[in-house]
């Protein structure tokens, strides 16, 4: 069984710094991708920043430049350095990762972690 653990959420203050990770335990294989989603009150679920094995990365417009997402493959773990964060940035953040199946890839969600950043 894939379990997804998210940890380094909190509070800071506009302009700082905070930095996420997700664990994932139970696996046999490694995952094709795993990436960061977030989703504040009354707003969509959107992709933050995703990395595949192979490295390549995607970040949402609204945070290229100021988000960086890393992967630890040996211990798939999946990591979002945030700086410069804004008060836009305020939601619940989301592991994603993604594993061989057929005929799609099989998904597993962490149980978010709070990200709040005051003016």
């Known amino acids: 069984q894939v379990q997804l653990v998210e940890s380094g959420g909190g509070l800071v203050q506009a302009g700082g710094s905070l930095r996420l990770s997700c664990a994932a335990s139970?696996?046999?294989?490694?995952?094709?991708?795993m990436g960061w989603y977030r989703q504040a009150p009354g707003k969509q679920r959107e992709l933050v920043a995703g990395?595949?094995?192979?490295?390549?990365?995607k970040y949402a417009d609204s945070v290229k430049g100021r988000f960086t997402i890393s992967r630890d493959g040996a211990n798939d773990t999946v990591y979002l350095q945030m700086n410069s964060l804004k008060p836009e940035d305020t939601a619940v953040y989301y592991c994603?990762?993604?594993?061989?199946?057929?005929?799609?890839?099989?998904?597993?969600w962490g149980q978010g972690t709070q990200v709040t950043v005051s003016p």
């Open positions: 994603n990762a993604e594993f061989w199946g057929w005929p799609r890839p099989v998904e597993y």
């Open positions: 139970g696996i046999t294989s490694s995952a094709i991708a």
């Open positions: 990395i595949r094995s192979g490295g390549r990365t």
